[in-house]
């Protein structure tokens, strides 16, 4: 099959997982379109990656806002045609204990994590339900599966990220779509090492497998999701963490 025609939007593409999820869809043969908030980093990371051979299309726009979404999508609609796969990727942390936590922060994670998965889901869909085909694969954390010291808002954004997965899998199932969570445990990225190195290391102690994931592992999933051949998966959350959580 000639994946040639087929679409990806990856959100926070410029970002440790966003980055690989990229290269990976790219290397299986797709247009990727590269999501991005910071003009700034995303010249950076275009540049270097069109550098490493890699040719990615562009898109600003910040997830958290439902008008700024709908417009990106409107022009890579425009450009590319409707969207087949969409990887709702962009996330942040604002970690701290519970009860010193501030309504900003609150804001902030449930906004670009999970209100950024309604706006990205809500503008794709019909045209994906119009073209009987679609892939959405939600990237939530093993912190939205189990309880991690500091993270209230981050483990509701992410939990609630596979409530989306699950309803909107079962309303879209027999319209040729997908949608799933994949549930990354600790991985090299640059979220993770903002993480005291005392408290990384005994979280790293933890591991089964006994190391971080690559962010190479966690696109070989995304790729799996993504193909054409994963169309009797709806509604899954895959747990990709080394053992940490397992349940
Ligand atoms: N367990 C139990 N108690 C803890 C604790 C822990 N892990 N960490 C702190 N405490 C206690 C402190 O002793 C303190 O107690 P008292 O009030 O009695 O003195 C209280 O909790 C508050 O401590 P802090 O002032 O240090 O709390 P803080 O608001 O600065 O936050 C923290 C601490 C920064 C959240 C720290 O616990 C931490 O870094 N935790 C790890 C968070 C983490 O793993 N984030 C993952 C980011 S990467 C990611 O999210 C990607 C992914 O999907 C996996």
Not at 123 to 144: A, F, Q, W
Not at 184 to 202: F, H, L, Q, S
């Amino acid at each position: 099959m000639d994946k040639k025609k087929y679409v990806a939007l990856v959100t926070g593409a410029t970002g440790g997982l966003g980055t690989h999820i990229c290269k990976r869809l790219s290397d299986d043969g797709y247009i990727v379109c590269a999501n991005y908030r910071t003009k700034e980093k995303a010249d950076a990371w275009h540049r270097k990656m069109t550098e490493e051979g890699y040719h990615f299309h562009m898109y600003q726009a910040d997830v958290s806002d439902y008008d700024s979404v709908g417009a990106m999508v409107g022009t890579i609609h425009n450009d590319h045609g409707t969207i087949d796969v969409l990887v709702n990727n962009a996330g942040i942390t604002k970690d701290g204990a519970f009860k010193k936590m501030s309504r900003d922060n609150w804001d902030a994670v449930i906004g670009a994590n999970l209100t950024s998965v309604f706006n990205c889901c809500r503008h794709v869909i019909n045209p994906m339900l119009d073209k009987s085909y679609g892939r959405i694969i939600n990237i939530s954390s093993v912190n939205g599966q189990r309880a991690q010291f500091g993270q209230v808002n981050y483990a509701a954004a992410k939990a609630g990220m596979h409530g989306i997965t699950k309803t909107l899998a079962i309303e879209t199932a027999s319209k040729g779509i997908t949608v799933n969570t994949i549930s990354p445990g600790y991985v090299a990225t640059d979220m993770v090492m903002a993480v005291a190195p005392e408290i990384r290391n005994k979280i790293i102690e933890g591991i089964p497998v006994g190391r971080m994931g690559g962010t190479e592992e966690i696109a070989h999933l995304v790729s799996f999701l993504a193909s054409p051949h994963s169309a009797f998966i709806p509604g899954a959350n895959y747990a990709i963490n080394g053992g940490q959580h397992v349940f």
